[in-house]
């Protein structure tokens, strides 16, 4: 996330976490973010960070044959953007400079999307519990139809959401032991 406009709440909680960082020593930021995003604002300078980058990559969820070569890697979940994981990776390692005391990731895609780094102390701000909103949206009793395709598109999509499930908890659990 890149926290300017400071228009909704996980920019406003990113902001809260940088002025916390920013108390503890010198702090860098990098965003990696949509990259149809258009609304950036300058950063606001009494926050006091020492740098600011960020990149923008492809962020939708595959489709088509990516979607197929998406389903063969298990370990992934599917909405994860994977194409432009290497530009990710590459744009932090050219923005990052000297040694650092602490990598703080503002959820689990940019960890994935830059090769989960092991450059420093890593606190992985699990900002959302992406299988638990998957089992929210499954919970909720879906309209009948009478119709063979919809019901059809239905169960298809009912399976896809549980194998999404699974996959974002394999990943938790993943970086549960990565991370500790």
């Known amino acids: 996330e890149y926290p300017w406009p400071e228009n909704i ?16 020593g010198p702090t860098d930021l990098f965003s990696v973010v949509n990259q149809w995003r258009e609304d950036f604002g300058p950063p606001d300078e009494a926050i006091g960070l020492a740098r600011v980058g960020r990149i923008g990559i492809d962020n939708r969820p595959a ?5 197929i070569s998406s389903l063969a890697r298990p370990w992934r979940p599917l909405e994860l953007p994977w194409k432009d ?15 650092y005391d602490l990598i703080w990731y503002f959820g689990i895609r940019p960890w994935v999307l830059v090769g989960e780094l092991e450059v420093a102390p890593t606190i992985l701000d699990f900002d959302d519990l992406e299988d638990q909103k998957i089992s929210a949206r499954l919970s909720i009793p879906q309209p009948g139809s009478s119709s063979l395709v919809t019901k059809v598109k239905q169960i298809g999509a009912r399976g896809l959401s549980k194998e999404e499930i699974r996959r974002w908890r394999r990943l938790q659990r993943r970086v549960g032991q990565h991370i500790s």
């Open 9 to 24: 709440g996980s920019r406003l909680r990113l902001l809260m976490v940088l002025r916390g960082l920013t108390r503890c």
């Open 63 to 67: 489709t088509g044959l990516r979607l």
């Open 85 to 99: 994981g290497a530009r990710a990776s590459q744009a932090v390692a050219r923005f990052m400079t000297g040694r």
